[in-house]
């Protein structure tokens, strides 16, 4: 697994959290090997390669501006499927078995490109399952000072930059590579951000590989290299619900983590870093969603500091009783953007005629810090020339009897 940063920017990320990071870890079952069906029409309408053959792509419809685009689905050998456009490097379905061996779609999306492209959608800016940089998260009044220089940002969200811009990695068409590995089916996704791209500076070159491994998870490796210094806080904004009811206030998550980032009106870090315990971001022990969401003004969307931040580490796990579905959650990276889909109104409806309405999905976006180019104390995140940003998030499913 890529999973490692160069020397230099690994020390320099991961500086700031010293003195009060510590171990620790989860545990996961297996999903069952049966017979399964689909409900998800996304998946059903592709070609479908067999399992250690590259995945196969097949229209998605079209941007906009006219630009044909493409989805790959990739199956393990114990036939799961994950279905994946060229369109943002975006994740539209996801297919696990529940306790009974029946297949079920666990994340929001839309069955066409035209889906994610709407001014509904636009308007309501929800990122359903796509890459996101250059910085995933918010900066603070769309600016930064790197190297004594000042950057300008889009201001896309109130007075803040989110998530990389009006037209951040979501919205543009990634260069496709389907392919095969030792673990399973891959997607691998490439994309030039030019130097000014939104406001940001240098030419990042970043891929980004998706696999589907054969032990049921869903790896991202994201690597990317700069002939510039920049700030890169790459992730992605899959959102789950392992029931498929109308919200995830029933799943129990846990959370490796002791602190959390304090946030300001606008969701931008103060600079504090608060312990969990004894407020309703204690998830050391697993809580539902809905059991202390009312006592969050606004909800969950906020980022923990992991309690282990070298090698592969536990970020969470989620357990859906109903279902006795699993996720679990490993990564490379110090925190996890905890997002319980409080801006889902209604106005939008996805797959099989889903209307997505207040927490029906929620996000696990592995990340560094928001605002880090403007909070000295936290990782860095400024990629410097001669570095390979490397870093790797799975999703491994399970099931609970």
């Known amino acids: 697994m890529l999973h490692s940063y160069r020397p230099a920017l690994l020390t320099s990320r991961l500086l700031g959290l010293a003195g009060f990071l510590a171990l620790a870890s989860c545990n ?9 069906t689909t409900s998800a029409a ?9 399992p250690g053959a590259a995945p196969v792509g097949a229209s998605f419809g079209k941007t906009t501006d006219g ?4 989805l790959y689905t990739l199956t393990n050998a114990h036939g799961l499927k994950v279905s994946i456009t060229n369109y943002g490097g975006t994740i539209t379905s996801l297919l696990v078995p529940d306790k009974d061996g029946q297949l079920g779609d666990i994340v929001l999306g839309f069955d066409n490109v035209s889906g994610y492209q709407s001014p509904e959608y636009l308007k309501s800016g929800p990122y359903f399952g796509a890459l996101i940089g250059r910085y995933g998260n918010r900066i603070a009044k769309g600016k930064f000072t ?12 109130g007075e803040n930059h989110l998530h990389g811009g009006k037209k951040g990695f979501d919205k543009v068409v990634w260069q496709a590579e389907p392919g095969t590995s030792a673990d399973g089916q891959t997607l691998t996704l490439i994309y030039l951000s030019k130097d000014g791209e939104e406001g940001y500076p240098g ?14 998870a869903l790896k991202i490796d994201y690597s990317a290299t700069t002939d510039k210094a920049t700030p890169v806080n790459l992730t992605n904004h899959a959102y789950f619900n392992l029931s498929g009811s109308k919200d995830v206030l029933g799943h129990q998550v846990t959370i490796p983590a002791d602190r959390y980032n304090v946030v300001d009106a606008g969701l931008i870090p103060t600079g504090e870093l608060r312990p969990v315990k004894g407020t309703p971001f204690d998830f050391t022990a697993p809580h539902t969603i809905g059991e202390r969401i009312a006592q969050v003004p606004g909800g969950y969307d906020h980022n923990w500091l992991l309690n282990q931040t070298t090698g592969m580490h536990a970020a969470a796990t989620v357990y859906e009783p109903t279902t006795g579905r699993t996720m679990a959650v490993t990564t490379t990276e110090p925190g996890l953007q905890f997002y319980t889909g409080n801006f889902l109104d209604g106005t939008l409806t996805g797959k099989g005629g889903t209307v997505y309405g207040k927490h029906a999905g929620f996000c696990m976006e592995t990340q560094h810090f928001p605002d880090s180019p403007n909070q000295p104390k936290f990782p860095t995140t400024t ?13 491994t499913f399970g099931v609970r009897k």
Do not use: H
């Not at 630009?67 to 493409?70: A, F, H, Y």
């Not at 790197?146 to 969200?157: H, I, P, Q, R, S």
């Not at 990629?383 to 999703?395: F, K, N, R, V």
């Open 383 to 395: 990629l410097q020339p001669g570095q390979t940003l490397q870093s790797t998030t799975a999703y």
């Open 28 to 36: 996961q079952s297996a999903p069952t090997e049966q017979a399964a």
């Open 67 to 70: 630009t044909e685009v493409q």
């Open 42 to 50: 996304t998946a059903d309408s592709t070609q479908t390669a067999a």
């Open 146 to 157: 790197l190297d004594g220089k000042e950057y300008t940002l889009a201001k896309n969200n």
């Open 203 to 216: 030419n990042l070159n970043v891929t980004v590989v998706y696999t589907l491994t054969n032990d049921d």
